[in-house]
DNA sequence: CATGTCCGTTTGACCGGACATACGGTTTCA
DNA sequence: TGAAACCGTATGTCCGGTCAAACGGACATG
């Protein structure tokens, strides 16, 4: 085969892990061609000295991630697309914060609102409260480079000692939450377009009217709590969604 | 446990996945409350006749679909929120007609365009063919319930038999494709937003300027090749993306 | 009273093997 | 010559078991 496969069973990395991820990186650097690949997994796994099912659940990863593609009968192949497609995992719960940060764009936030009022009936409902209960209400300016990026209108339950709204301004939200124990689990989104309000334009440096992208998302925590109601409003001209999908079966 | 679960060997259908799905219903339905469930994935395993390898297959799925939430040296965990959520799987690679349809919205298409072009540079690259060879544009009407939903603009690279215009009227590309012998394997898809154009605004009973969500794809099959380069515009007061987000680890 | 340690419990990782099922090419038969 | 039957091969499913790592509470210690 004469790739660098081998896993090191000194290391705490279990041995799928370490597999799954040479065989990724051997697949994005094109040391892996399409074709039958990977041939066999019994032999596969007896040249590395690994049982099958540690072999298969290395393989079952890179499956989910759409890099391989296995047929019963054929073989475990290689999609070269994935390549050009680069290392793109499942969409994930991401923070605007930490995607601009790993982009290198420098985010940084203005704290425009930030008190406690009466739960609209919508954010109630998508919070588990009672509608008019205290819920805390937060309105941000996000900017990248110095630019004006998006207005991010969130919705805090009232749980645990809140983060200070002058942390907010240095760093993101999630990260805020997680320091203080709230670890997001999932979220439901929905993704839309409207035209700018005019206090929206003011703050984002266009014309009312002007075509912005619309977030809107619930997210809870393992226990099923809600953590936030965002509804957010980004520049299409500065930033857009970029997602990997796989088809179904 | 008093849950109505229980495998049946006789079917095809594997047990694992027979479990999974079972306890998914359970989960949605309310029957199985948060607190710690299912606990001892040992006795679960022996209580159903089943070995824990199987088991853990079928809770992975849902691990995995973020019903279920592991923790080691505590047991495994019902996501109460999932049921709010519904059972959304991971973001799939869709067919807007396909998803219409399953909405009961009523798809409609009318072909605007139809004509073989030479690439230019953008789909040229996204498809892997040279600058200016020959690929198929495509130009439709998408219609909701009589209503004008988005244009949608695409170019297909010359494979093999394409489906007649005629055809696209009735049905949507992707199983037209599907039936071709062309299988979707993933895409990579960037979200965004603009105003719409003087005739996009015409097509789509909308002033020019109007705020349209965009979806541009680029899907390939299983094999690596390209099958489509789709540039949508779609009004948001119409449709909207909703997905479903897992936090990663 | 606070802190650190031990320990039972539960999942995580890994191994070996067995049989079923689907695919693809070959061989055989009409 | 063409189609049907056959067979090797690969993944899919399922089983049994072992050891490690982490959590949470009880206990002992300073």
């Known amino acids: 085969m004469s ?20 065989l990724r990186t051997a697949i994005e650097q094109g040391r892996l061609a399409p074709g039958m690949l990977l041939g066999n997994e019994i032999a596969f796994a007896a040249r590395l000295g690994l049982s ?39 969409p994930a719960l991401t923070s ?20 406690v009022v009466a739960a609209p009936a919508e954010v109630a409902e998508a919070l588990g409260v009672e509608e008019g209960a205290e819920v805390r209400r937060l309105e941000r300016l996000r900017l990248a480079d110095g630019e004006p990026l998006a207005v991010l209108r969130s919705h805090l339950p009232l749980r645990g000692p809140l983060p200070p709204a002058a942390d907010l301004e ?15 689990h999932s979220a439901r989104q929905r993704i839309g ?9 003011r703050l984002l440096d266009e014309t009312e009217g002007a075509p912005l992208l619309t977030l809107r998302r619930v997210v809870v ?14 520049r299409p001209t500065r930033w857009s969604l970029d997602q990997r999908l796989l088809a179904p079966e």
Chains 1, 2 share one sequence.
Do not use: N
Request: hydrophobic share 45%; no cysteine; net charge positive.
């Open 3 to 22: 790739l660098g496969l081998g896993v090191d069973r000194g290391s705490p990395v279990p041995l799928y892990f370490q597999l799954a991820e040479q």
């Open 52 to 90: 099958r099912p540690t072999v298969r659940q290395a393989l079952r990863t890179l499956v989910d991630q759409g890099l391989l593609v296995r047929r019963k009968g054929v073989g475990t192949r290689v999609v070269p697309a994935a390549a050009a497609a680069g290392a793109a995992p499942r």
């Open 96 to 115: 605007l914060h930490d995607e601009l940060d790993a982009a290198g764009r420098h985010p940084a936030t203005r704290v425009l609102h930030d008190a």
């Open 170 to 184: 240095a760093t993101g939200l999630f990260r805020l939450l997680r320091a203080a124990g709230v670890v997001p």
């Open 193 to 201: 377009a409207r035209g700018a309000t005019r206090s929206e334009a």
């Open 221 to 234: 925590d393992a226990a099923g709590r809600a953590v936030e109601h965002a509804d957010h409003a980004v």
